[in-house]
């Protein structure tokens, strides 16, 4: 049986929709299930957001140790902590792209966008290094309120949550189109993008060793690397919204054997949105599907020919 045969009997098994590419970097190889589909990217947007900064960083237009100012207006809903500070805080570059990307924090992420020159510079730089295939239209409080209905939509935060936990999200809205008016990236295509950040195509030196080193400290690692044995190493990045879960980066099997692995799955999560036992059981089968793809991959490339 194929690796490509295997993954997709791992999703069939699972009840869900998969969009899964691997590429074995020192030799070529390369295998996916549905890699040219678009899927909504959710937060896995923030690799392409750190490839921008990252670039901006190499070309001297950007610094690590420039700080912003976290305002009221910055806080965002969803996964992080800055929501939760005071305004006035004063984090650097360096501090906001790593809480961006380790805890996936929306507020960070937000102030990024801004600080690059917005959702354009991002998806511009997307064109301009060949991957057309990445759209990324929104930022995080954006994209989020696509999730809403309009009399929710002005609601102050607090408020909006309270609304969150006795109403349904909408989901046949923009957050969940894989049209190119949405953040949507294609497996093949955000398996391209960390190909180019680890060869130093993008950009090299520190810019890449900053890149590299920010998604080795990703601290949600439930998903691709949920069954790989302790202490093998994964510069990645997940996502999540709705339905949707994601995982994408980069296993390190060795000192010169790595495999870039994505995986975008979606499965029908309307059924469970209020009833919490049953959400947090199909939750688990679906991130244990990912988990039974990543072990699979590892140990197709663990000791490759």
């Given at each position: 049986?194929?690796?490509?045969?295997?993954?997709?009997?791992?999703?069939?098994?699972?009840?869900?929709?998969v969009g899964v590419a691997v590429w074995h970097i020192e030799s070529g190889r390369q295998a996916d299930v549905n890699g040219d589909e678009p899927f909504p990217m959710a937060s896995t947007f923030k690799i392409p957001i750190l490839a921008t900064a990252c670039r901006q960083l190499a070309g001297g237009e950007l610094s690590l140790d420039s700080r912003l100012a976290l305002g009221d207006e910055d806080k965002s809903l969803g996964s992080g902590i800055l929501p939760y500070f005071e305004s006035g805080l004063q984090p650097t570059v360096r501090d906001l792209l790593t809480l961006m990307i380790i805890i996936s924090d929306n507020t960070a992420t937000d102030m990024m966008v801004e600080a690059l020159g917005g959702a354009a510079v991002i998806e511009g730089y997307m064109r301009e290094i060949g991957l057309s295939e990445i759209a990324f239209k929104h930022n995080c409080k954006e994209l989020l309120r696509y999730l809403f209905p309009p009399e929710a939509l002005d609601l102050p935060l607090e408020e909006l949550i309270a609304w969150s936990a006795k109403h349904d999200i909408l989901r046949d809205g923009m957050a969940f189109s894989k049209g190119p008016e949405n953040n949507v990236c294609t497996a093949n295509?955000?398996?391209?993008?960390?190909?180019?950040?680890?060869?130093?195509?993008?950009?090299?030196g520190d810019a890449r060793?900053?890149?590299?080193?920010?998604?080795?400290?990703?601290?949600?690692?439930?998903?691709?690397?949920?069954f790989l044995p302790p202490g093998v190493k994964v510069a990645h990045k997940t996502g999540t919204i709705g339905g949707i879960r994601n995982d994408s980066g980069i296993i390190m099997l060795g000192e010169s054997?790595?495999?870039?692995?994505?995986?975008?799955?979606?499965w029908d999560e309307?059924?469970?949105?209020?009833?919490?036992?049953?959400?947090?059981?199909?939750?688990?089968?679906?991130?244990?599907?990912?988990?039974?793809?990543?072990?699979?991959?590892?140990?197709a490339f663990l000791a490759p020919d």
């Open positions: 049986m194929s690796l490509a045969e295997t993954i997709a009997g791992i999703a069939e098994a699972a009840e869900i929709h295509a955000m398996n391209s993008l960390l190909h180019k950040i680890y060869n130093g195509e993008l950009f090299d060793e900053i890149a590299m080193d920010i998604l080795l400290k990703q601290q949600f690692n439930v998903r691709l690397s949920r054997n790595h495999v870039i692995l994505t995986i975008f799955t979606e309307a059924p469970y949105w209020n009833k919490p036992a049953a959400h947090h059981q199909r939750v688990f089968e679906v991130e244990s599907a990912m988990g039974e793809i990543g072990i699979a991959v590892y140990e």
